[in-house]
């Protein structure tokens, strides 16, 4: 009886073979959309709710577009700095494998952690301190 | 007797025309640095503690220097980046304008806030799911 | 000179009366989707990137969609639960008002705000002590 | 010699059988309130400090009861979905199996998270893009 | 029609003169406490849900009373200190003045937000990069 | 093939056998301030980038010195309360250590840990409330 109470909240991945034709059509366009030959866990999770698998790929793909005005890399060492900024040990092994995919090296790793150590530190000293906003940038 | 009470935690700027020799140095250096004659409150507010003031510059000055694996414009966007995510208003002021000093477009900036919206989408939803990190990635 | 510099990263509200028809169309799709004469500042200050701001409305139209599993109250005291525990203050002012609009008493708000107080106390005692998952839970 | 040096930090769950009469008061109550056999790790982590654990649990029945404004299924997806915002593993777990307990569908849990998600994103929007409230939201 | 939707969510402190009976001995209590004639915003604010009211004072109460294992400074800056790292503009102000009445000095207060910066600088990058914990620590 | 794209951002300790002369330095310096024989795990895995493993080093023996206006045992509880706060596990494990090794007893983490839940608590409540300062505070 326990068990059946944490169902709803615990979710495993639904692979390919198992999956509605609905989520094969999402797995189908990932992997064509990223010339790959498998889908990673995120989105066989996402899988047991299809709209929201569906939606948050259609996020992901405008997003992270390759033909925008920031190149794919630099899209992904952004992602990448969120995620390592908020603690989301999946999104900074998946984002980090994808910037490096397309790229970012071992040093631009390092500093990139860098950047995100230390602007969580003086983000916090300057709310803490409440600094005004200098009239030239306004 | 009660406006005495917060006067240790409210800091108004030190301009440098008031600053003490030793804080007038980390100024000349920001200057001399940026190539610019002004210092922004951030430092002036700093300046009620030289150690500290000190400390942040050194530590702002080698790790956004202009000579590392990441480019000065990358490196202020991934600034920016984290700074828009933790909801710190002086910070993406601040960086926002070096960011568009150093070429950021308002187009490149659109692109970045909405990966810095996406990935706190995602970043809750894969800690929420406690997605296992895929074998892949490790 | 040194405004320029900001000016992309400050962006005001974009009036119906000067915005582009791609901008028009969202709005007028807010507008007739929530039965209302306005749109509020999120989507004008939004619209200065319309991909954005059409994939952001659509977003929002899906999930918080009234034919849901869950009712509409319910959905926008979520997002207000969630917003005021990350102290966006502009969020809690417009979900406030579509909660209250949809029915929510201020004794409800009260004890809205009571459990998001008392959550973020107890996750962070719950992840201060590390502690383990129950048996009964997986 | 170093292992003592820890044992303040890292606490085990006390089981009833262990726990001094004060704490089993606690433990009583938490069962006969909510009608089961059995407590779960929070409090026996939090038995370690008996003053802690009464006042915890004296603010979750008072915040919790279920006579209030909310009905008991609303509470526990509002404390759910906090908990699923804050990164919580274990209140994610413990207020999962409550809320589904009370009710909660598979589907509603799945509304619920997107609305975490979509919060996030759009609350981050919002404060970077340091959005004005409307005049009507006053 | 618009200002009352709002006016759930907006809350103006209530002052003593306009306090029920109920209200009136919490802040009866307050000023007893803590040996003073006046009573700040946060409770007034407070006072709108008289139930929250009562149950936040008994836990401040309780927590920050003087004659537990910590001294009544050292608690205030540990409040403090949460408070910095959490950008709680409001709480910065009042626990910084309780804890400058109780001797903190400004010498001591740049320590302790230096503190916090670098613990949210430190914290992220341990995160970021998962460190493990050190048979010595567990 | 995909196992090389996620070296850069996992790394392991590097212990002093295989470590090079300049990160050897830090260590033995480390070691030296702290009167131990051993170094914890953030500094071994900060060691894949010297520079960044200089810098913080530098930062924490700064901020963290014994001669400063604060007490060793404060300045460590303050490290604690922010980790806390943070959900920083390993943080918590070695700053716990660190503060039990200068004195901190059970009772006093078991107060400390009270502080951060209440403050997470508070400061939530006041953010959402967004409740003015008061004059007396300004």
Redesign the interface.
Known sequence: M??S???????R?IEYADASARVRAVYDDIMQTRKTD?V???WK??A??P??LE??WA??K???APD???DPL??E???L??????????????H??AA??KG???????????????????????????????E???
Chains 1, 2, 3, 4, 5, 6 share one sequence.
């Not at 700095?81 to 998946?94: E, K, M, P, Q």
């Open positions: 326990s068990t109470k944490s169902l709803s909240v615990t979710r991945p498998w990673n866990n995120f999770v996402l047991h709710d709209a929201t939606r948050m996020n992901v405008q997003v992270m925008g005005a920031l630099t899209k060492m952004l992602y700095a969120v995620s390592a900024s908020n603690s989301c040990r999946y999104c900074i092994a998946s980090g494998a490096t995919a970012m090296t071992p040093q631009q790793y390092s500093e990139l952690l860098a950047i995100v150590g230390l602007a969580n530190e003086t983000n916090r000293l300057v709310n803490a301190l409440d600094v005004e906003v200098d030239r940038f306004r």
